[in-house]
């Protein structure tokens, strides 16, 4: 159907929206690796999982890990607002879904 098509081409979206932490790295400068050629993920040195505070900075949006301390209905649709590029059946499914059988959701809210 047309939500699968469009979740599978956008993947990387959904699992943007719904992850607990950033990902940071340097990214690879050599020219052998620039170019209008399929590029490939290297880690070159180090490779960090940002965990930020809980709470919001000041002026800032509710991401990542802070908004699963929140109601289900609430946190999804921050989800959606920092997000606007997918598709909200699709979201508040996999949003369902992490819910219903991450342990460490509910762990979080009573932490």
């Known amino acids: ?27 690879d400068q050599r020219a052998a690796c620039l170019g209008p050629r399929i590029q490939c993920f290297q880690i070159h040195g180090k490779l960090y999982h940002v965990q930020g505070s809980l709470n919001p900075l000041p002026d800032h949006q509710l991401q990542f890990a ?3 301390l929140y109601d289900f ?3 999804n649709n921050m989800r959606q607002r920092n997000n606007i590029n997918i598709v909200a059946e699709i979201l508040h499914a996999l949003t369902n879904i992490l819910y219903n059988i991450n342990c460490f959701i509910n762990l979080s809210k009573i932490a």
């Open 73 to 75: 209905h609430f946190a």
């Open 1 to 27: 159907d047309a939500d699968s098509k469009y979740f599978q081409k956008d993947i990387w979206k959904y699992n943007s929206a719904l992850s607990f932490t950033c990902f940071k790295y340097s990214p």
């Open 66 to 68: 802070q908004l699963f």
